[in-house]
């Protein structure tokens, strides 16, 4: 027999082997995110297209090049093009925002080569490799599936790999195993179904894909029992979009399926024979498939209203990625011509970002923002052609029912990706478009379609060979990735190395990944650690940080610290304000408040918020010695803020710090001013009763707030006042009441601790010490500070244990600043003094008497330590 009518050569047999494997893998290698799965995506899409290649010229046929296989191919050459390195004339002409890098961040720095149009040079090599492996696939697959066999059995490796990764997530499910086959810890994923896939949102745009063609395959025409496993396989698929819990997902599953139904009645009115039979099947396959996603929803209720209640209004789907939109488009618009380069989003895309936000932004989530903002108006050029090349496949005759269910489920997963990026990873990418390649095949009747054909020779094998050669060259530079350039330099900084060291390889990171804020802000921490010393080539380095990433929080916290080295007080604090303004909570009272020193710095460092103000004046209250400071700056506060809705708050710390000062006059006034503001405010009535005692009238006080009790039981505040008046009072039983009542209303560890405290403070005046110094010890572990230390530093001096009274009383040195830490000192010294005239009189009753040390260890039993039991 002839070879060119065989019904498929083995080298087309090897390539559809290539192609299965390639479905099967890409998922599996952690839903195509595995940064190893580059070199075996170019190596079997290549050999692939190479032997499907040598099988059309073995069996005399024509390739065939559809439109679709354009974007590919030109997205491959704009790849290309933008890794050139371009004169400065020339680039500044392309991408005016490069040649502003190159020459504000690199030129300066010593790095003066020329530079390409991307910004991540590194990410665009790998995405020319991944282009040309997609490009090689679909080709690859298109020849192919001129065999029906062939066909169904690479549609079929997508249709099982979903069902399978379902029983996968299934069977973690139903072992309560939350990682990956119990080996694999997911960092920062928490998906409901634990597959490979570490995204929900991609596992359901694959399983959604997996389950149309599931559909189609079932619906073919055909003896049931082959039917049978398609449509299980299907059904499971369509389960794992539900259990998924992707709202997206499930959403454009749906779609899918509907369009599909729409598809099929289409062909159903302009089909003939055999209509009626298709379509029943048709109608009992999608209403099996939706029994079983019944089924799943009602099992995964509880989560799918749970992520239902999460976008039940316009205005929360406004706010989610809905809302970003703008933002990204306007990143965009900065690349008019040809984009930031390819793959480099994630490196560049902080430059533009105009909100805080604590998540790194990878992806624009928006098929159309990404292709325009890494390819540019050529780009989005492509994609129009992608979706005419989609519409002209929709618009074929003789379209089989897998060819419809294939357009159905690849056109939900494209349109899922305007709120998603599946498609950016290979997973999806591939099975999208091995559905793709069998829709395109060549036809046998169809010789008035338009597709470039080649009858296969030396040159088109040539030209495979070559696409595989380069996609595999690019694989090298590729190697490079942005975490771990960043990952190495984190290394080298916490290892304690040299700022020299720090800085000579960070300058060859800075030369791969140009466009990283974060390498030159390590850079920055590692000069700034040196002190005044480095604190000039750490701002030099910092500001590149800022001008890559503006709202980067930790930048202008290294700035803060350089400038403060520098003397530049006010820029400082300036910097410290803007850290807590880009999304640092801790910044201000952690770092920022201990080192000012005066009001006008206070007034730099505080935002336009006065309920930050009033926690940084509470902050500064509950400092030692720095009373007169909070004064000055409630002043300044209150003046500042005056009409708006704080306003009352502060005027409430006046009170309170003038009660501390002991001007009560002034607290009376303050007062007023409270009650003016906020007369029906708990907080009003709390501070009325803290005047009154601190005027004397405790009795009063106390009757005020337990009223106030009746009227707000389980109020925290309210009962802690409560208590501590009763204590003062001298009624301790009503006190450890009042505390017993208010345990279930705690909610947080500072109010847990100060219930200890105050639990504490009750037993020592029942002379319980040793069960009161349990809890100041657990108090201290759970709000550390200064007073909480002395606190037990206090107790147990009173239990004779001075050593680890010295102790507690250095731990709480520790929360002082500097200048307020004299008077400690002086009490470490006391008891260390204290602890060792204990242990010489000891030594001396033991010198003295033989028998002191048998009776000694009778008498301390168990307590190995030789602590005094306690005194009642």
Known sequence: MPRASRSASRFTLFAEAALAALVVVCPLALGGAAGWLLG??????????????????????????????VPLAVGAGLCAVQLVPLPDGVLRLLSPEAAGLREFALVPLGLERARPVSLDPS?????????????????????????????????????????????VGLGHALLGVKSLFGLMHWMHARPTLVTPFGNPNHLAGFLALASTLGVGLALTRGPQSRALPYALAAGVSGLGVVLSLSRGGIAFFAFGQALLALFLLRKRHTSGEGAPPVWARSAAALLGLLGVLMVGAYTAADGLWAEARTADSVEKLRQSKVALWPMLADAARAFPMLGMGRGAFEAAFPRYQTEPNPNTFTHPENAVLQVAAELGALGLVLLAVAVWGFLRLLRREGLETVDLAALA???????????????????????????LGVVARPRERAVEEKAWCARPSGAVLGVGLAFTAVALVALVPGRHRLGDAEAELVRLVTSGASAQDVHARGLALVDRHPSDYLLYRLMASAHAARGREGAGEALALVNRSLYLAPLDASSHRVAARALLA?????QGFLEYRLAHEA???????????????????????????PATAVRLLDALANTPGRLALALDYSGWAREYFAGQPEAAALWARE??????????????AARAQVERLAPDALDTHLLRAEVLRAQGKREEALHALER?????????????????????????????????????FITDYAQRARLLAMEAACLER??????????????????????????????????RRYDAAARSVHEGMRHLPAGARAEARAWVSRLEGAERERVDSRRKTLSEDPRAAELEHLLRGPDVDGEAPDAH
């Open 409 to 435: 489920g690849v056109a939900a997963l494209a349109l899922h990706d305007l709120f998603d990026f599946s498609l950016e990873l290979p997973a999806c990418a591939v099975a999208a478009l091995v559905a």
């Open 766 to 799: 029942e002379g319980l010490l040793s069960h009161a110094l349990e809890r100041r010890q657990t108090a201290a572990r759970l709000a550390p500070g200064a007073d909480a230390f002395f606190a037990v530093a206090r107790t147990q001096e009173a239990l």
């Open 708 to 744: 106030l009790l009746a009227r707000f039981p389980g109020n925290v505040a309210l009962s802690f006042q409560l208590a501590a008046q009763q204590l003062d009072a001298g009624l301790t039983r009503r006190a450890k009441d009042t505390l017993q009542a208010l345990a279930p």
């Open 566 to 570: 520098l003397g530049r007080s006010a």
């Open 40 to 69: 075996p995506l170019v190596l079997l899409s290549g050999a692939a297209a190479v032997l499907a290649a040598i099988g059309a010229k073995r069996q005399g046929q024509s390739l065939r090049v559809p439109l679709l296989a």
């Open 123 to 167: 990410a665009t090599w790998r995405e020319l490799a991944k282009h040309l492996a997609y490009l090689l696939a679909f080709l690859a697959t298109v020849q192919v599936s001129r065999s029906r066999g062939s066909r169904e059995r690479l549609l079929a490796a997508v249709v099982f790999t979903g069902a399978g990764l379902t029983v």
């Open 655 to 668: 009170a309170r710090l003038r009660i501390l000062r002991g001007d009560l006059e002034t607290a009376e």
């Open 583 to 609: 999304g640092d909570a801790t910044v201000l009272l952690g770092e920022a408040l201990p080192q000012a020193e005066t009001l006008a710095s206070l007034t730099v460092l505080t935002p336009r918020s």
